[in-house]
């Protein structure tokens, strides 16, 4: 492999024409690699093989073996070493990201316990994957595994005021009853006092029943999680029972889903007009001017629309809860909207697989997901700014020096 970076492209033709167990195809991609490899190298050090030159950084110090597996075949590669110990690593070759990984871990699995279908062979014909084994595959899992449980388990340090909680139900193969069965796959986001958003924590359950959300709340707390003033979620009435058995604290219901609730009780002639009026509720500019407006719409729908009526008069007070918060925040806590985009891409990796193999396959492939999109958050700019979290902060000292002062008054 050696000889081939000393090689003329002419001469690799040649060689290769004249050799009748030769595989051509194959031999083009490694003599590709290695002319990549020799530029980048080169550009490196400040000079190409044999060259004089004053911009010169080191100096070449052989080659390192190093098997690619390509959909040719597995090349095996000679990669150039430097002399000053700084080590270079092609550009081609550069490591899958923790989610690529994850999905390439999870096809695997499902490819070798032998419950893969005609799609996952075919997925893993377009990843290249090839010679698979347990062994491999236990190793590619147990090292994601070992930073998404990391990730799952770190302590959470500091207050949370915002907290948002989603759903998203997965298909997931049970090996001791043989079948498929809808599991959720829950995710926990939430904004630290300093202003940015975490993923805090992630989790599968059977089904998104009472028991199951209090576990996953109580898992949190004891992780950490304190000072949450407001909790975003969509509908679920063991959800809310959770939180206000957990948390303690207001919670706010998606609008976004509300609305698109509320507009399966309408006919479609209406529902153009139901969201409209919902709207003025939720773009009011205060809470008295959006009980204001509920007060009218109720009016307006009671003898039309009953039903909407009474849906929205009973969801009232967990529809305008965002409104006892900083007006800056208000477009971020009346949804979970702004969390669409991340969770779109769970569903899009997701996707792909179909049917996951197994419940830690499912949270392998998702916390990886996550973790990607947390760092990104941690070193891009504040979700909300510091002088306005600071508002929120103020305001629960505030409520907890009255709450201290009733006690001893008392």
């Known amino acids: 492999m050696a000889e081939r970076q000393s090689m003329t492209t002419a001469e690799v033709v040649a060689k290769t024409l004249l050799d009748e167990h030769a595989d051509f195809l194959k031999e083009a991609v490694a003599m590709v690699a290695a002319q990549l490899m020799e530029g980048e ?40 070493r430097k002399r000053d110990g700084s080590s270079y690593f092609p550009s081609f070759l550069e490591p899958r990201r923790p989610c690529e990984q994850a999905i390439v871990s999870v096809v695997m699995e499902a490819y070798v316990n032998g419950v893969s279908t005609r799609k996952v062979d075919r997925l893993v014909e377009q990843l290249g994957i090839h010679g698979m084994s347990k062994d491999r595959v236990s190793a590619l899992c147990r090292g994601l595994d070992e930073r998404v449980e990391a990730f799952r388990n770190r302590p959470l340090e500091g207050e949370y005021p915002y907290l948002w909680l989603d759903a998203k139900h997965l298909k997931v193969r049970d090996r001791d009853r043989g079948h498929v069965r809808s599991k959720a796959l ?16 992630i989790d599968i359950g059977e089904t998104e029943t009472e028991a199951f959300w209090v576990e996953f709340l109580r898992g949190l707390r004891a992780r950490g999680l304190g000072g949450v003033r407001l909790c975003v979620s969509d509908h679920h009435e063991g959800l809310k029972a959770a939180i206000a058995r957990i948390l303690a604290c207001p919670w706010q219901r998606c609008t976004v889903h509300f609305v698109r609730n509320i507009q399966g009780h309408c006919r479609r ?22 009980r204001s407006h509920l007060g009218e719409v109720l009016e307006r729908f009671r003898s039309p629309l009953p039903k909407v009526a009474e849906l929205l008069e009973a969801a009232e007070e967990d529809l305008v809860a965002f409104y006892r918060f900083p007006a800056a925040h208000w477009s971020k806590l009346r949804s979970t909207n702004p969390l669409e ?15 996951f193999p197994n419940d830690a396959s499912a949270i392998r492939l998702a916390g990886a997901l996550l973790i990607e ?9 504040r979700y909300l700014s510091a002088e306005s979290i ?12 009255e709450e201290v002062a009733e006690l001893k008054a008392g």
């Open 41 to 80: 190298i080169s550009a490196e050090i400040g000079a190409a093989r044999g060259e004089v030159s004053g911009e010169r950084a080191t100096h070449r110090n052989g080659y390192r073996p190093r098997a690619w597996e390509t959909r040719v075949g597995e090349i095996e590669l000679a990669v150039p």
């Open 186 to 201: 829950v995710v926990a986001y939430a904004v630290h006092s300093s202003g940015h958003r975490e993923v805090i924590g």
């Open 269 to 290: 002639s209406e529902r153009g007009l139901v969201a409209a009026a919902l709207r003025e509720i939720f773009d009011a500019e205060s809470l008295d001017q959006a």
């Open 341 to 355: 985009r991340l969770n779109k891409e769970i569903g899009r990796r997701s996707d792909v697989v179909g049917i």
């Open 373 to 381: 999109q947390n760092d990104e958050w941690l070193v891009s700019r």
């Open 390 to 401: 600071a508002l929120v902060l103020e305001d629960q000292g505030d409520e907890e020096r």
